[in-house]
C-alpha cells in the first residue's frame, strides 16, 4: 500500500460547529504532516509528528488540534472555525529521517459557512 | 533559513513547445534533498522526482527532464514537446537533511497552461 488517504473528500461546515479531519497511512512512515493550502498559493506547513509526536506546530491557531493516535493515523479535530480557514487541507507522511519521498494525500476541501 | 524560489508565476505554451520552469534554492544545509511535485486542478499532489545534494547528474524521464546546478543553486524543470495533459501548478520544493522530521518547504508554484 503506497498511498495516503484522506477522509472525506469534501466539508462544509458551520462556524459553530466540531468536525475532524482524517490520514491514513500504512506505509511504515513515522513522520506525518498537515499542511494547509488557499487557493493559487503553496502549501503551507501547519503540523509535523514525529513517531507519534508533535514535533512542529507552526504557530496554528488552537481551534486546529492535531492528533496522532498511532503510527497509522493523523486526524485533524476542527472547532470554531472562520471563512477563512476554507482551503484545500493536505495530509503527508514520510520516513523520519533522510530526505526520501514524502506521500501526499488527495486532500479534504474544507469550506467553512 | 531556507528559502524556494520560483520566479515564474504563470506560463502559457501552445502543445508541442519545450518550456523550462525555474527553481532556485536556499539552504545553509550542507546535505538537501530538492524535490518537483506537480499539482492538477483535482488537487493532488503529484511526486515527480527527489534530488540529494551529492547527485548533481542530470536526469531524463521521458518527456521530462532536470537540471541540478549546485554552483547557482538551481534545480530547473524541462518539458519536452509540452501536451494540454501537463497544464498544472508545478512547485518545486526543499528539505534539509539534518532536521529529522523537517517538513517540505516549497515554492511558490508556476501555473502551466498547454493550449492545443
Known amino acids: 500500500d503506497t498511498e495516503v488517504t484522506q477522509t472525506p473528500k469534501h466539508l462544509v461546515m458551520g462556524m459553530t460547529n466540531k468536525k475532524s479531519l482524517k490520514c491514513e497511512q500504512h506505509m511504515g512512515h513515522r513522520a506525518m504532516y498537515w499542511y494547509k493550502q488557499k487557493a493559487k498559493k503553496p502549501p503551507e506547513l501547519m503540523f509535523v509528528?514525529?513517531?507519534?509526536?508533535?514535533?512542529i506546530n507552526e504557530s496554528v491557531p488552537s481551534r486546529f488540534s492535531p492528533e496522532c493516535p498511532n503510527s497509522s493515523l493523523l486526524n485533524l479535530h476542527l472547532h470554531a472555525l472562520q471563512p477563512e480557514d476554507s482551503a484545500l487541507y493536505l495530509c503527508?507522511?514520510?520516513?523520519?529521517?533522510?530526505?526520501?519521498?514524502?506521500?501526499f494525500g488527495s486532500g479534504t476541501r474544507l469550506t467553512v459557512v | 533559513a531556507q528559502k524556494v524560489t520560483q520566479a515564474q508565476t504563470e506560463i502559457s505554451v501552445v502543445e508541442k513547445e519545450d518550456v523550462t520552469l525555474d527553481c532556485v534554492y536556499e539552504t545553509r544545509d550542507t546535505t538537501y534533498y530538492l524535490f518537483w511535485y506537480k499539482q492538477p486542478p483535482s488537487g493532488e499532489l503529484v511526486f515527480l522526482i527527489r534530488?540529494?545534494?551529492?547527485?548533481?547528474q542530470n536526469e531524463i524521464s521521458g518527456r521530462y527532464s532536470w537540471n541540478f546546478q549546485k554552483s547557482t543553486s538551481s534545480f530547473n524543470f524541462t518539458i519536452t514537446a509540452s501536451q494540454v495533459v501537463d497544464s498544472a501548478v508545478y512547485f518545486c520544493a526543499l528539505r534539509g537533511f539534518d532536521q529529522a522530521g523537517t517538513a517540505l518547504i516549497f515554492g511558490k508554484g508556476t501555473t502551466l497552461s498547454v493550449s492545443s
Open positions: 509528528y514525529s513517531y507519534e509526536k508533535l514535533s
Open positions: 503527508a507522511s514520510s520516513q523520519a529521517s533522510g530526505g526520501y519521498g514524502y506521500t
Open positions: 534530488r540529494n545534494s551529492f547527485d548533481e
